[in-house]
């Protein structure tokens, strides 16, 4: 019974360094471009879209369908490089531990 209530010590531990994580990456922001840099998509750590920016030269009446286009790239990038986030601010935490867990 000793070895179970350090485990649940342990357990309670792990889960408030979690919950410091996740507030850390509430905090963060990502950027990820597409055609050169004239869509940015920034993003917060929880994967919340902060902003788009658009540069003038991107919009193109002709063309609204590349403007979606390269806005859902940047979006996509970004959302990317938040998983990696995640992973690596997480990761150190939950080590071997089945996805899914926490």
Known sequence: MKNMNQMMKQFKKMQQQMMKEQEKLEQ?????????GVVKAIVTGTKQVKSIEIDPEAVDPEDVEMLQDLIVAAVNEAMKKVDDLQAQNLGKLTGGLPKGLF
């Open 28 to 36: 963060q922001e990502v950027e990820g471009t597409a055609g050169g």
